[in-house]
């Protein structure tokens, strides 16, 4: 943490930062399930309150960027830091664009279907949820970070494994579905399995960030 003790400011930030991330997948997470249990209304919000968190997302790491640049802070960190904070940044720009098609393609899912594509949320979201505390312990321990991110590698293949699943039951198992709701169904499943893809890039950023600091 001494590396850090003449950066509050920037440190403030990253944590703003990190809540706006954090809180972003939440919505997401409300958002899919609206959609689909026809909450049009609360949808409609997530959607809004999505839009206004990336925005907010957008201008903070613009901040943290003039900030370590216009006061020379952490220099020998400062790209690398700033990358990872991209690769997050990524992740709430990522979920507010999927959640929006959902609103603008209005994908017709069976009912039952909704269950997995709950739980396929929740493992894409859980791996962005263990990214952020492992971002945290970087700035206060960084030899802690290895064993904090072996759980958004975890969530991703889970979340992999059962995005095939459902794909494959889509394709295989639901005769009664017309060849373009299928193809429809396999591109929001992938929408939705794309965040842990993006939790797991920005996680392989941070671990090697660790190392280098622990060597």
């Avoid at 839009?51 to 613009?62: F, K, M, P, V």
């Avoid at 493992?123 to 904090?148: G, Q």
Wanted: hydrophobic share 40%.
């Amino acid at each position: 943490m001494q590396l850090f003790r003449h950066a509050s400011k920037s440190i403030e930030l990253i944590e703003s930062f990190l809540d706006i991330i954090d809180q972003g997948t939440l919505i997401f997470k409300e958002g899919v399930k609206n959609y689909l249990y026809n909450n049009r209304e609360n949808f409609v919000h997530n959607l809004q309150t999505l839009s206004a968190l990336e925005t907010d997302a957008d201008i903070t790491w613009r901040k943290i960027e003039n900030i370590l640049y216009t006061q020379s802070l952490m220099p020998q960190l400062r790209g690398d830091i700033l990358r990872l904070l991209e690769e997050l940044d990524k992740i709430i720009d990522l979920a507010k664009t999927n959640l929006f098609q959902f609103d603008v393609e209005i994908p017709y899912i069976p009912e039952v279907l909704n269950q997995d594509l709950v739980k396929l949320t929740e493992l894409s979201c859980a791996a962005i949820e263990s990214v952020i505390p492992a971002t945290r312990t970087y700035f206060k321990d960084p030899e802690s970070v290895k064993e904090k991110l072996h759980r958004v590698y975890l969530y991703e293949k889970e979340a992999d494994k059962l995005a095939d699943a459902i794909k494959r039951r889509v394709f295989h198992d639901m005769p009664e579905i017309k060849l373009s709701q299928r193809f429809h169904l396999r591109y929001f499943t992938l929408h939705i399995e794309t965040l842990s893809d993006a939790a797991e890039k920005a996680a392989d950023v941070l671990s090697v960030m660790a190392i280098k600091r622990t060597i």
